[in-house]
T-cell receptor, first 110, second 116 residues
Framework: ELKVEQNPLFLSMQEGKNYTIYCNYS?????LYWYRQDPGKSLESLFV?????AVKQEGRLMASLDTKARLSTLHITAAVHDLSATYFC??????????FGAGTILRVKS | NAGVMQNPRHLVRRRGQEARLRCSPM?????VYWYRQLPEEGLKFMVY????????ESGMPKERFSAEFPKEGPSILRIQQVVRGDSAAYFC??????????????FGSGTRLTVV
């Protein structure tokens, strides 16, 4: 059974600092997704990572995938308050389900 | 091109009542997925449907929950005799083909069910 673990589950950051969220998964997969969720809202797709070594960047966020280590990272550079949200990684398998991590609540303090 | 439309956005039901949640997929999408998000948790897969067929319901509770996606109209997630533990956000996603493809799913805004 595919399990997805994120850490940390809660992250309080100062504006301008860098940090990384980690997403580990238990079985082989070659597709991993990062989503952002604001309170009371739906999920916004951030990144789709489809191959080993994939790296994608959008603004202050950069995601990478290491399928051999079964690890994805979401790196935040010079955090700003607008990045405060909950971030989920989700792993796809050969079926049609996404298995989500528990989410990382990010709070950026000014 | 409207996204995935869910209604109602908020639904309050008393214990023992029925809840019906609706999901209209994106235009051109014939694959629908329902996920449930309990407070402070990630999303959990419930069911995957194509038009008139349930493909995978491995995440559905065995009792009180059912889903359909008729030939015409939205997909419906039905919860009979709701209990407080059913209080959650229910999200629908759709895709044009089976599986996540290269773009993942598009999620709707969700229905937040509160059982009182």
């Amino acid at each position: 059974e595919l399990k997805v673990e994120q850490n940390p589950l809660f992250l309080s950051m100062q504006e301008g600092k860098n940090y990384t969220i980690y997403c580990n998964y238990s079985t082989t997969s070659d597709r991993l997704y990062w989503y952002r969720q604001d309170p009371g809202k739906s999920l916004e797709s951030l990144f789709v990572l489809l191959s080993n070594g994939a790296v994608k960047q959008e603004g202050r966020l950069m995601a990478s995938l290491d399928t051999k280590a079964r690890l994805s990272t979401l790196h935040i550079t010079a955090a700003v308050h607008d990045l405060s949200a909950t971030y989920f990684c989700a792993v796809g398998n050969s079926g049609n389900k996404l298995v989500f991590g528990a989410g990382t609540i990010l709070r950026v303090k000014s | 091109n409207a996204g995935v439309m869910q209604n109602p956005r908020h639904l309050v039901r008393r214990r023992g009542q029925e809840a019906r949640l609706r999901c209209s997929p994106m235009k051109g999408h014939s694959h629908v997925y329902w996920y449930r998000q309990l407070p402070e948790e990630g999303l959990k897969f419930m069911v995957y449907l194509q038009k008139e067929n349930i493909i995978d319901e491995s995440g559905m509770p065995k009792e009180r929950f059912s889903a359909e996606f008729p030939k015409e109209g939205p997909s419906i997630l039905r919860i009979q005799q709701v209990v407080r533990g059913d209080s959650a956000a229910y999200f629908c996603a759709s895709s044009p083909t089976a599986g996540q493809g290269n773009y993942g799913y598009t999620f709707g805004s969700g229905t937040r069910l509160t059982v009182v």
